[in-house]
């Protein structure tokens, strides 16, 4: 989760240096329909804790989803934010 999130943070451009990942929930499996197809995904919540110049430290929610293709779940098909800018300052240690 670490290697995903850290190539997210780079391909995104944004700030901070991903330290650690903390789970919120365990993988959850359900039946999505998107675009008229109905197929099976998962989905796992996670905070996400950074490091900042100057000291600064923050902590923000994320999903991740993988979809199934019928054998095995692959991805991820997608991430976000839980909740579009959550992020909270936190003490750096």
């Not at 359900?30 to 000291?55: L, M, N």
Request: charged residues 25%; positive net charge; aromatic residues 16%.
């Amino acid at each position: 989760m670490i290697s995903v999130m850290s190539k997210v943070y780079k391909d995104k451009g944004w700030d901070g240096t991903l330290k650690k990942v903390k789970f919120n929930t365990d993988w959850e499996s359900f039946w999505a329909t998107a675009y008229g197809k109905t197929s099976r995904v998962r989905e796992i919540r996670f905070y996400a804790y950074t490091t900042h110049q100057g000291g600064k430290c923050l902590v923000e929610e994320f999903t991740i989803g993988q979809a199934y293709n019928g054998s095995e779940f692959s991805g991820p098909l997608f991430y976000r934010r839980v909740i579009p800018g959550s992020k909270q300052r936190i003490d750096c240690d």
